[in-house]
């Protein structure tokens, strides 16, 4: 594995894209880049006040635009949540980069949702959080081509875990 390397990382709000994605850059000695902060710098609003002075429709739709548009080079790309509807950017994704799949828990993903009320999830107001997380999963799974389950460990630990998965996948 190389610091050459693009790495995706796909799952459920809650699930430690941004967290892990820092600590793996940081252990890559690469660049780290936050999918949602790009939108946000894009939009000039926070995701929940896309959502709440758009709709989510409209948030998945500037996802889109983002992820199509930005230049990849060597990172580790933390995506947000919905990524996985669009068709585009997954297929660009699978193309350029190795997609983990951080895979949580539905326990999990609520009570970290829960510490951050604020979250803006990027689903149809009459979706129940299990809804989308059902919804979702299948998704998540197809693309991925490495998986860890982040319900338990710290951080570091699992990005112990992960480097070695990482390793495996790339000889």
């Known amino acids: 594995m190389s610091s050459e390397q693009v790495i995706s990382l796909i799952g459920f ?8 994605g820092i600590l793996l850059a940081k252990r890559l000695g690469t660049d780290f880049v936050d999918t949602d902060i790009l939108i946000q710098n894009q939009e000039q609003s926070t995701l929940a006040e896309i959502i709440a002075q758009r709709d989510h429709v409209y948030l998945r739709q500037v996802e889109e635009q983002v992820l199509l548009d930005m230049p990849i080079h060597p990172s580790v790309i933390s995506t947000g949540g919905s990524v996985v509807y ?86």
């Not at 709000?13 to 892990?20: A, H, I, M, Y």
């Open 86 to 171: 669009s068709p585009k950017v997954m297929a660009r994704l699978t193309a350029v980069s190795t997609v983990v799949y951080l895979s949580a828990r539905l326990d999990t993903v609520e009570f970290r949702i829960s510490l951050a009320p604020d979250r803006g999830i990027a689903s149809a107001k009459e979706q129940s959080l299990a809804d989308i997380y059902h919804e979702r999963v299948p998704l998540y799974e197809r693309f991925a081509s490495v998986t860890i389950s982040v319900d338990d460990g710290t951080p570091e630990a699992l990005i112990d875990l992960l480097m070695v998965k990482l390793d495996t996948t790339s000889r």
């Open 13 to 20: 709000p809650g699930s430690g894209k941004s967290t892990l």
